[in-house]
Protein backbone atom coordinates (compact mmCIF):
# COMPACT_ATOMS: atom_id res chain seq x y z
CA UNK A 1 0.00 0.00 0.00
CA UNK A 2 1.70 3.61 -0.91
CA UNK A 3 1.91 5.74 1.82
CA UNK A 4 -0.21 8.89 0.71
CA UNK A 5 2.06 11.36 3.01
CA UNK A 6 4.81 9.97 1.57
CA UNK A 7 3.73 10.35 -1.76
CA UNK A 8 2.57 14.06 -1.65
CA UNK A 9 5.34 15.00 1.10
CA UNK A 10 2.83 16.03 3.53
CA UNK A 11 3.65 16.23 7.31
CA UNK A 12 -0.06 16.47 8.23
CA UNK A 13 0.98 13.90 11.02
CA UNK A 14 3.86 15.71 12.50
CA UNK A 15 4.07 17.27 15.87
CA UNK A 16 7.15 19.24 16.95
CA UNK A 17 8.08 19.14 20.49
CA UNK A 18 11.07 21.66 22.01
CA UNK A 19 12.59 20.64 25.13
CA UNK A 20 13.40 23.92 26.43
CA UNK A 21 15.70 23.27 29.97
CA UNK A 22 19.26 23.56 30.60
CA UNK A 23 21.18 26.62 32.36
CA UNK A 24 23.53 26.80 29.86
CA UNK A 25 26.24 27.44 32.36
CA UNK A 26 29.06 27.91 29.67
CA UNK A 27 27.34 31.19 28.85
CA UNK A 28 27.68 32.52 31.94
CA UNK A 29 26.52 35.82 33.19
CA UNK A 30 24.36 36.28 30.31
CA UNK A 31 22.63 32.61 30.81
CA UNK A 32 21.31 32.50 34.62
CA UNK A 33 18.89 29.33 35.84
CA UNK A 34 16.03 32.05 35.84
CA UNK A 35 16.46 32.86 32.73
CA UNK A 36 18.33 29.97 30.41
CA UNK A 37 19.68 31.04 27.44
CA UNK A 38 16.79 29.65 25.04
CA UNK A 39 15.06 32.76 26.32
CA UNK A 40 17.72 35.14 25.03
CA UNK A 41 18.48 36.64 21.59
CA UNK A 42 22.05 35.64 21.12
CA UNK A 43 22.34 35.68 17.52
CA UNK A 44 21.17 39.46 17.16
CA UNK A 45 18.20 38.42 14.57
CA UNK A 46 15.52 40.20 17.07
CA UNK A 47 14.05 36.22 18.44
CA UNK A 48 15.15 34.58 21.40
CA UNK A 49 16.51 31.08 20.63
CA UNK A 50 13.68 29.03 21.64
CA UNK A 51 11.10 31.48 19.49
CA UNK A 52 14.05 31.08 16.72
CA UNK A 53 13.31 27.10 16.89
CA UNK A 54 9.38 27.22 16.99
CA UNK A 55 9.39 29.25 14.13
CA UNK A 56 11.60 27.09 11.76
CA UNK A 57 9.34 23.96 12.68
CA UNK A 58 5.78 26.02 12.21
CA UNK A 59 5.91 25.05 8.53
CA UNK A 60 6.56 21.27 9.40
CA UNK A 61 3.76 20.78 12.48
CA UNK A 62 1.76 24.50 12.12
CA UNK A 63 0.23 24.74 15.35
CA UNK A 64 0.51 20.94 15.93
CA UNK A 65 3.62 22.34 18.44
CA UNK A 66 4.49 20.58 22.29
CA UNK A 67 6.96 23.00 24.68
CA UNK A 68 8.33 21.39 27.90
CA UNK A 69 10.30 23.84 30.06
CA UNK A 70 10.69 23.99 34.17
CA UNK A 71 7.92 25.57 36.10
CA UNK A 72 10.26 28.40 36.43
CA UNK A 73 9.94 28.96 32.75
CA UNK A 74 6.42 28.23 31.61
CA UNK A 75 5.52 31.63 32.00
CA UNK A 76 8.51 33.21 30.13
CA UNK A 77 7.81 30.54 27.39
CA UNK A 78 4.21 31.51 27.22
CA UNK A 79 5.30 35.12 27.04
CA UNK A 80 7.63 34.40 24.37
CA UNK A 81 5.49 32.16 22.00
CA UNK A 82 2.27 33.73 22.36
CA UNK A 83 -0.68 31.62 22.22
CA UNK A 84 -0.42 28.05 22.59
CA UNK A 85 -3.27 24.92 22.36
CA UNK A 86 -4.14 23.93 25.83
CA UNK A 87 -1.62 20.70 25.36
CA UNK A 88 1.07 23.27 24.02
CA UNK A 89 3.08 23.91 27.17
CA UNK A 90 4.15 20.83 29.75
CA UNK A 91 5.73 21.98 33.00
CA UNK A 92 8.05 19.89 34.39
CA UNK A 93 7.84 19.89 38.92
CA UNK A 94 12.24 19.41 38.29
CA UNK A 95 14.31 18.43 35.84
CA UNK A 96 14.71 14.39 35.16
CA UNK A 97 16.57 15.02 32.18
CA UNK A 98 15.91 14.34 28.37
CA UNK A 99 14.00 11.46 28.46
CA UNK A 100 11.55 12.42 30.57
CA UNK A 101 10.83 15.30 29.35
CA UNK A 102 10.54 13.93 25.75
CA UNK A 103 8.65 11.41 26.86
CA UNK A 104 6.28 12.90 28.43
CA UNK A 105 5.33 15.30 25.02
CA UNK A 106 4.82 11.94 23.38
CA UNK A 107 2.56 10.23 26.04
CA UNK A 108 0.46 13.33 26.00
CA UNK A 109 0.37 13.44 22.17
CA UNK A 110 0.30 9.72 21.69
CA UNK A 111 -3.58 10.22 23.64
CA UNK A 112 -4.47 13.25 21.28
CA UNK A 113 -3.48 11.58 17.95
CA UNK A 114 -2.31 7.88 17.73
CA UNK A 115 -0.81 8.00 14.74
CA UNK A 116 1.56 11.16 15.15
CA UNK A 117 4.63 11.03 14.13
CA UNK A 118 6.91 13.47 16.41
CA UNK A 119 10.06 15.43 15.84
CA UNK A 120 12.34 16.37 19.39
CA UNK A 121 14.18 19.71 18.89
CA UNK A 122 16.43 21.39 21.64
CA UNK A 123 15.34 25.06 22.08
CA UNK A 124 18.60 26.63 22.59
CA UNK A 125 20.44 25.17 19.20
CA UNK A 126 21.19 27.17 15.78
CA UNK A 127 20.30 25.90 12.67
CA UNK A 128 21.06 27.82 9.54
CA UNK A 129 19.45 26.80 5.51
CA UNK A 130 16.24 26.40 6.68
CA UNK A 131 14.47 25.18 4.03
CA UNK A 132 17.58 22.11 3.98
CA UNK A 133 16.76 21.18 7.63
CA UNK A 134 13.03 20.98 6.61
CA UNK A 135 13.93 18.73 3.59
CA UNK A 136 15.85 17.02 6.39
CA UNK A 137 13.22 16.24 8.88
CA UNK A 138 10.40 15.76 6.22
CA UNK A 139 13.20 12.33 5.11
CA UNK A 140 13.38 11.57 8.67
CA UNK A 141 9.19 11.30 9.29
CA UNK A 142 9.66 9.27 6.16
CA UNK A 143 11.65 6.67 7.64
CA UNK A 144 9.75 7.27 11.36
CA UNK A 145 6.84 6.16 9.78
CA UNK A 146 8.37 2.61 8.97
CA UNK A 147 8.59 2.12 12.72
CA UNK A 148 12.55 3.37 13.07
CA UNK A 149 13.62 5.75 15.96
CA UNK A 150 15.38 8.21 13.20
CA UNK A 151 18.49 10.61 14.20
CA UNK A 152 19.31 13.74 12.33
CA UNK A 153 23.35 13.99 12.01
CA UNK A 154 25.47 16.41 11.43
CA UNK A 155 28.26 16.23 8.39
CA UNK A 156 31.50 17.02 11.08
CA UNK A 157 32.78 20.17 9.73
CA UNK A 158 35.93 19.52 12.72
CA UNK A 159 37.33 16.98 14.87
CA UNK A 160 35.57 18.34 17.59
CA UNK A 161 35.64 16.37 21.07
CA UNK A 162 32.27 17.83 22.78
CA UNK A 163 30.23 16.43 20.62
CA UNK A 164 28.92 12.93 20.31
CA UNK A 165 29.05 10.81 17.32
CA UNK A 166 27.05 8.91 15.23
CA UNK A 167 28.74 5.80 13.74
CA UNK A 168 26.63 5.16 10.36
CA UNK A 169 26.11 1.79 8.03
CA UNK A 170 24.18 0.85 5.10
CA UNK A 171 21.66 3.58 2.73
CA UNK A 172 18.38 2.34 3.46
CA UNK A 173 16.28 1.94 0.52
CA UNK A 174 13.07 4.01 2.19
CA UNK A 175 10.85 6.26 -0.17
CA UNK A 176 10.89 10.09 0.47
CA UNK A 177 14.08 9.73 2.67
CA UNK A 178 17.25 9.00 -0.10
CA UNK A 179 19.85 10.38 2.96
CA UNK A 180 18.37 7.64 5.09
CA UNK A 181 21.18 5.25 6.55
CA UNK A 182 21.26 2.67 9.12
CA UNK A 183 22.77 3.46 12.83
CA UNK A 184 25.55 0.85 13.87
CA UNK A 185 25.87 2.82 17.22
CA UNK A 186 26.04 5.91 19.06
CA UNK A 187 29.70 7.21 20.36
CA UNK A 188 30.32 9.32 23.24
CA UNK A 189 32.18 12.25 22.97
CA UNK A 190 35.64 11.20 22.08
CA UNK A 191 39.60 12.16 22.64
CA UNK A 192 40.80 14.54 20.04
CA UNK A 193 42.80 11.60 18.54
CA UNK A 194 39.61 9.54 18.44
CA UNK A 195 37.82 12.74 16.97
CA UNK A 196 40.05 13.37 13.99
CA UNK A 197 40.41 9.50 12.83
CA UNK A 198 35.92 9.77 12.73
CA UNK A 199 36.40 13.10 10.44
CA UNK A 200 39.62 11.83 8.53
CA UNK A 201 37.76 8.30 8.03
CA UNK A 202 34.12 9.28 7.35
CA UNK A 203 31.56 7.35 8.60
CA UNK A 204 30.60 9.42 11.36
CA UNK A 205 28.14 12.03 12.32
CA UNK A 206 27.94 14.74 15.01
CA UNK A 207 24.79 13.63 17.05
CA UNK A 208 22.96 17.10 17.14
CA UNK A 209 20.32 15.13 19.85
CA UNK A 210 17.46 15.60 17.44
CA UNK A 211 14.90 12.35 17.36
CA UNK A 212 12.05 11.31 14.76
CA UNK A 213 10.12 8.79 15.72
CA UNK A 214 6.00 7.76 16.25
CA UNK A 215 4.97 8.73 19.46
CA UNK A 216 3.51 5.08 20.24
CA UNK A 217 6.97 3.86 18.98
CA UNK A 218 8.99 6.47 20.88
CA UNK A 219 6.97 4.80 24.39
CA UNK A 220 7.03 1.19 23.16
CA UNK A 221 10.87 1.23 23.17
CA UNK A 222 10.79 2.90 26.05
CA UNK A 223 8.38 0.04 27.74
CA UNK A 224 11.09 -2.09 26.38
CA UNK A 225 14.12 -0.65 28.09
CA UNK A 226 13.00 0.95 30.86
CA UNK A 227 8.87 0.02 31.54
CA UNK A 228 8.78 1.98 34.90
CA UNK A 229 9.71 5.05 33.07
CA UNK A 230 7.16 4.48 30.43
CA UNK A 231 4.31 3.27 32.26
CA UNK A 232 4.50 6.39 34.91
CA UNK A 233 4.72 8.50 31.60
CA UNK A 234 1.35 7.14 30.40
CA UNK A 235 -0.50 7.39 33.66
CA UNK A 236 0.66 11.20 34.08
CA UNK A 237 -0.80 11.65 30.65
CA UNK A 238 -3.73 10.00 31.60
CA UNK A 239 -4.36 11.66 34.93
CA UNK A 240 -2.14 15.18 34.69
CA UNK A 241 -3.90 15.86 38.07
CA UNK A 242 -0.97 13.37 39.04
CA UNK A 243 1.86 14.88 37.39
CA UNK A 244 3.49 16.12 41.17
CA UNK A 245 2.97 13.08 42.60
CA UNK A 246 4.57 10.72 39.98
CA UNK A 247 7.13 13.04 38.52
CA UNK A 248 10.07 13.13 41.53
CA UNK A 249 9.96 9.28 41.06
CA UNK A 250 10.72 9.16 37.53
CA UNK A 251 14.15 7.69 36.57
CA UNK A 252 16.17 10.19 35.36
CA UNK A 253 18.39 9.50 31.96
CA UNK A 254 18.88 11.21 28.73
CA UNK A 255 17.33 10.13 26.01
CA UNK A 256 20.42 8.74 24.15
CA UNK A 257 21.24 6.02 26.78
CA UNK A 258 17.67 5.77 27.60
CA UNK A 259 16.34 4.62 24.12
CA UNK A 260 18.78 5.50 21.16
CA UNK A 261 21.38 3.57 22.18
CA UNK A 262 19.76 0.68 22.99
CA UNK A 263 17.82 0.78 20.25
CA UNK A 264 20.86 0.75 17.63
CA UNK A 265 22.17 -1.78 19.07
CA UNK A 266 19.26 -4.00 18.03
CA UNK A 267 18.70 -1.83 14.26
CA UNK A 268 15.92 -0.23 15.09
CA UNK A 269 17.41 3.27 14.53
CA UNK A 270 18.31 5.52 11.46
CA UNK A 271 19.86 9.02 10.49
CA UNK A 272 19.26 11.38 8.27
CA UNK A 273 22.54 12.67 6.68
CA UNK A 274 22.68 16.55 6.43
CA UNK A 275 24.67 19.00 5.95
CA UNK A 276 23.28 22.27 6.98
CA UNK A 277 24.48 24.67 8.94
CA UNK A 278 24.19 23.48 12.80
CA UNK A 279 25.55 24.94 16.44
CA UNK A 280 24.55 23.89 19.65
CA UNK A 281 25.77 27.58 20.69
CA UNK A 282 27.63 25.73 23.81
CA UNK A 283 30.16 28.68 24.77
CA UNK A 284 31.19 31.97 24.08
CA UNK A 285 33.56 31.03 21.36
CA UNK A 286 31.08 28.90 19.00
CA UNK A 287 28.70 32.01 19.98
CA UNK A 288 31.28 34.65 18.98
CA UNK A 289 31.23 32.28 15.35
CA UNK A 290 27.92 32.98 14.74
CA UNK A 291 27.89 36.92 15.04
CA UNK A 292 29.03 39.44 12.34
CA UNK A 293 31.93 40.94 12.59
CA UNK A 294 31.74 44.52 13.39
CA UNK A 295 32.03 47.52 11.64
CA UNK A 296 32.05 51.30 11.27
CA UNK A 297 34.97 52.36 14.76
CA UNK A 298 35.82 48.49 15.61
CA UNK A 299 37.87 46.34 14.03
CA UNK A 300 36.14 43.56 12.03
CA UNK A 301 37.65 41.20 14.30
CA UNK A 302 35.69 41.86 17.53
CA UNK A 303 32.05 40.56 17.43
CA UNK A 304 29.63 42.23 19.83
CA UNK A 305 26.27 40.82 21.19
CA UNK A 306 24.10 43.88 22.05
CA UNK A 307 24.89 47.81 21.64
CA UNK A 308 27.77 48.53 19.14
CA UNK A 309 27.94 51.75 20.21
CA UNK A 310 28.89 50.82 23.45
CA UNK A 311 31.83 49.00 22.67
CA UNK A 312 35.54 50.95 21.72
CA UNK A 313 37.99 48.15 20.75
CA UNK A 314 41.85 48.64 19.56
CA UNK A 315 44.17 46.24 18.53
CA UNK A 316 41.68 43.25 19.58
CA UNK A 317 39.86 40.45 18.63
CA UNK A 318 37.25 38.43 20.40
CA UNK A 319 33.55 38.76 22.04
CA UNK A 320 32.18 42.09 23.47
CA UNK A 321 28.52 41.75 25.03
CA UNK A 322 27.62 44.91 26.64
CA UNK A 323 24.72 45.04 29.27
CA UNK A 324 25.40 47.12 31.84
CA UNK A 325 24.53 50.63 29.97
CA UNK A 326 28.48 51.12 30.73
CA UNK A 327 31.31 51.37 27.79
CA UNK A 328 33.46 48.66 27.52
CA UNK A 329 36.76 49.27 26.05
CA UNK A 330 39.31 46.51 24.81
CA UNK A 331 42.86 47.39 23.79
CA UNK A 332 45.71 45.24 22.91
CA UNK A 333 44.08 41.77 23.66
CA UNK A 334 43.30 39.14 21.83
CA UNK A 335 40.24 36.23 21.17
CA UNK A 336 38.87 37.89 24.60
CA UNK A 337 35.33 37.42 26.06
CA UNK A 338 33.98 40.07 28.24
CA UNK A 339 30.70 39.95 28.95
CA UNK A 340 29.01 42.88 30.97
CA UNK A 341 25.95 42.20 32.88
CA UNK A 342 24.26 44.91 35.89
CA UNK A 343 25.21 42.46 38.94
CA UNK A 344 28.84 40.26 36.90
CA UNK A 345 31.24 41.02 34.49
CA UNK A 346 32.86 38.25 33.04
CA UNK A 347 36.45 38.28 31.58
CA UNK A 348 38.01 35.60 29.94
CA UNK A 349 39.30 34.07 26.55
CA UNK A 350 38.14 32.04 23.38
CA UNK A 351 40.28 29.95 24.73
CA UNK A 352 39.16 28.79 27.68
CA UNK A 353 35.37 29.30 27.14
CA UNK A 354 34.13 25.57 28.17
CA UNK A 355 36.11 26.66 31.77
CA UNK A 356 32.98 29.28 32.27
CA UNK A 357 31.13 26.64 33.76
CA UNK A 358 33.92 26.19 36.54
CA UNK A 359 32.56 29.83 37.70
CA UNK A 360 29.28 28.93 38.24
CA UNK A 361 30.45 25.82 40.44
CA UNK A 362 32.55 27.98 42.52
CA UNK A 363 29.59 30.50 42.54
CA UNK A 364 27.36 27.64 44.44
CA UNK A 365 29.45 26.26 46.54
CA UNK A 366 30.46 29.29 48.14
CA UNK A 367 26.62 30.58 48.69
CA UNK A 368 26.43 32.78 45.87
CA UNK A 369 23.86 30.96 43.85
CA UNK A 370 21.73 34.28 43.22
CA UNK A 371 24.23 35.13 40.82
CA UNK A 372 24.09 32.31 38.87
Not at 154 to 164: E, K, L, N, V
Not at 176 to 198: I, W
Not at 290 to 316: K, T
Not at 322 to 336: M, Q
Request: with cysteine.
Amino acid sequence: MTDIHAATGDTDDFWSVIPAGGAGTRLWPLSRAARPKFLHDLTGVGRSLLQATADRLQPLSGDRLVVVTGVAHEEAVRAQLGELAPHGLLAEPSPRDSMAAIGLAAAVIERLDPDAVIGSFAADHVVGQEADFRACVREAVALARTGLLVTLGIAPTHPSTGFGYIHVGAALAVPGAPHGRQVLSFVEKPDAATATAYVEGGGYLWNAGMFVVRATVLLDLLDRYHPDLARSLREIAAEPDRLDEIWPGLQKISIDHALAEPAADEGHVAVVETDFPWDDVGDFASLAGLLPEASGPLQPEVHVLGDAASVVARDASGLVAPGSGRLVAVVGVADIVVVDTPDAVLVTTREHAQDVKMIVDELKATGRSGLT
